[in-house]
Structure formats: structure tokens, C-alpha cells
């Protein structure tokens, strides 16, 4: 995953690039909206590393099957080696309420 790649790297303006100009960033319960405000945020966090245990990614699926395209969702779990310990592949969850 790019993101965390980039997070960890020494070039900020490609990891601000990765987001769009009007993305939010929400972390400790503050949101971060914005290039700008994205890379003051970037910037404050102290060197970390990350150990991606789990991802999920929605996409649209179409081929040569009945009911072509339908959308999946891929939820990956990592094992401590980075390989693939899970993959799940289903409807997407509906978004919860609040």
C-alpha cells in the first residue's frame, strides 16, 4: 500500500499528492482537511512504522458472468511478514449509522 510507503518516506510533497484537494484526514478524533492542513499533520506525527495487519478495497468487478459488473469487497489481512494471511471477498458493508 503506497500510503504507508510514502508516510514513512522523506519526500512529503508526493505524500500530500496522494491525496486529493479536498481529502480529510481524521485521526485522534481531529480532521485534517486539505493539502495544507494534510501536511502540517504529516509533519507532527513522530517517525513511526507501520505493520499493515488488514485492508480493504471496494471495486467493481465485470467479466463474462451473470450479473456483470457487480461491486465486491477485498478485505485483506496481513500476516506479520507482509504476505497474505486472509482474504475475504463479499458485498461491501453497508456504512454503520451514527
Given at each position: 500500500m503506497e500510503y504507508f510507503t510514502l508516510s514513512t518516506g522523506p519526500d512529503d510533497d508526493a505524500f500530500v499528492a496522494q491525496f486529493t484537494e479536498d481529502a480529510v484526514?481524521?485521526?485522534?478524533?481531529?480532521?485534517?482537511?486539505?493539502?495544507?492542513?494534510?501536511?502540517?499533520w504529516h509533519a507532527a506525527v513522530p517517525p513511526v512504522t507501520h505493520a499493515v495487519r488488514?485492508?480493504?478495497?471496494?471495486?467493481?468487478?465485470?467479466?463474462?458472468?451473470?450479473?456483470?459488473?457487480?461491486?465486491?469487497?477485498?478485505?485483506?489481512?496481513y500476516a506479520a511478514d507482509g504476505r497474505i494471511s486472509a482474504l475475504r471477498i463479499a458485498p461491501p458493508t453497508p456504512p454503520a449509522c451514527g
Open positions: 484526514v481524521a485521526d485522534e478524533e481531529r480532521e485534517h482537511r486539505g493539502p495544507d492542513a494534510i501536511r502540517a488488514s485492508a480493504v478495497a471496494v471495486a467493481e468487478v465485470a467479466g463474462e458472468f451473470p450479473g456483470s459488473p457487480v461491486t465486491l469487497e477485498f478485505r485483506f489481512t
